[in-house]
């Protein structure tokens, strides 16, 4: 963490001049453990905030001006625009996220009065699925929240935070990830029912287990179209399915209740996504219930289910993916393995008894780079909390 701060103040100097009086401030990222695909499906998610995350100084300004500067994309320079004028903007990469946030605040109601600079500095790998734009978003939330001593709680935040990436950024995303950052505990995951946003922490203390994070370093590309795509099929099957059943969501169907009306849906391929968003949903439900009974092994199990479902059934997978989960599978100490987050790329979790964490991530590595042609990345993930003021 100090490094962070003594990056973002040399940052600062550089760009803006003297840090003086900026606020510094820290938003985690997320990785989900099982739950995928669900969360815009009215179904459970069980992700978990992340020690690492974004940080970010920041100071209000006298004029109406914003500008941003990213420690992580400093070819794109200081991208500078008017609390007056805010519009997404291609070329503006990045600060789109800030700025999209800025604009859902101001639609609900919080005008900022003036303009701030704001210096980023993202510990998570971009690309990596570990939600550093919603980590960006959340934090951008809380900035303004504290800088106009907004009465703003923690829900509102993300749902502002997810309206600027549906809205503003044009990906029809779930509540899952902004959720978890907003939402995030120390060693706690958290049980989320996104069709009620009802939600309980489970404790996370695992004690010799590790969350091993893998990373495909496959950045998602275009993985934003196929995500709105699969979204769209969930929708269509529903439609089908409703012209037998009243259901609410396919979150709502337990297995056998899908089942018995899965014939109204025509294709085989839109079948085999709602089978997944109804299953998964339903092992995500057993995964807490497992978790709490301390009952690692059948959450492990559940895991690697849930990997499997998304790469036959959902097809979100590819052979990156894939190459990681199956060789952690093989891997002594290995308990469980999958994907996480959107897929088409980033990366995939797994839980390893931590005697073993050292020689799976040697097995793992080798195995992937021998296939896939050039090599993974390995964290081993610490659960931290939610967005906070540091300075
Ligand atoms: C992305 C989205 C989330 C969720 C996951 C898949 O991370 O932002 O809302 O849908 O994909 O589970």
């Known amino acids: ?9 040399k940052a600062w100097a550089e760009i803006f001049g003297d840090a003086g009086d900026a606020a510094v401030y820290f938003a985690p990222g ?8 669900t969360d815009y499906n009215g179904g459970h998610v069980f992700p978990c905030a992340l020690t690492i995350g974004t940080y970010a100084a920041a100071r209000v300004r006298t004029d109406r001006l914003l500008r941003f500067y990213s420690v992580n994309f400093p070819e794109n320079g200081v991208i500078t625009c008017s609390l007056d004028d805010i519009a997404y903007r291609r070329e503006d990469g990045w600060t789109n996220y800030p700025k999209g946030v800025v604009c859902e605040l101001a639609k609900r109601g919080y005008e900022a009065p003036y303009g701030l600079d704001i210096v980023y500095f993202g510990t998570i790998p971009n690309g990596s699925g570990l939600s550093s734009s919603a980590s960006i ?6 900035i303004l929240t504290d800088s106009f001593s907004w009465d703003i709680d923690r829900i509102t935040q993300a749902l502002i935070s997810q309206a600027a990436e549906r809205e503003f950024i044009g990906v029809n995303c779930g509540i899952m990830d902004q959720f978890a950052i907003a939402m995030g505990q120390k060693e706690r995951a958290i049980f989320l029912d996104t069709a009620t946003l009802s ?19 496959k950045r998602r590309g275009l993985g934003d179209s196929a995500y709105n795509t ?13 012209t037998r059943i009243a259901a609410p969501s396919l979150g709502a169907l337990t297995e056998e209740e899908f089942e018995a ?22 092992r995500t439900i057993r995964a807490a219930e497992a978790l709490r009974e301390g009952d690692l092994e059948a959450f492990g199990e559940l895991m690697n289910a849930s990997h499997r479902s998304l790469r036959d059934d959902y097809e979100v997978t590819g052979p990156e993916l894939d190459a990681l989960a199956e060789a952690a599978w093989e891997a002594k100490g290995v308990i469980g393995a999958r994907m996480t987050g959107a897929g088409f790329g980033g990366c995939a979790v797994s839980l390893v008894r931590g005697e073993y964490t050292e020689s799976m991530i040697r097995e793992v590595g080798g ?17 931290g909390g939610g967005p906070v003021r540091l300075a």
């Open 1 to 9: 963490m100090n490094n962070a701060l003594e990056t973002l103040r």
């Open 30 to 37: 997320r990785v989900n453990l099982i739950g995928e695909h």
């Open 137 to 142: 978003e959340v934090l951008t939330a809380e």
């Open 199 to 217: 939600y309980e922490y489970v404790p996370l203390i695992l004690p010799d287990v590790r969350i091993v994070i893998m990373n495909t370093n």
């Open 230 to 242: 699969r979204r769209a099929e969930c929708e269509q099957a529903l439609e089908c399915i409703r």
């Open 261 to 282: 009306v899965a014939d109204t849906i025509p294709t085989e391929s839109m079948r085999r996504r709602a089978r997944h968003a109804v299953y998964e949903n339903r």
């Open 367 to 383: 195995k992937y780079e021998k296939t896939i042609g050039y090599p993974a990345s390995f964290y081993v993930a610490e659960v």
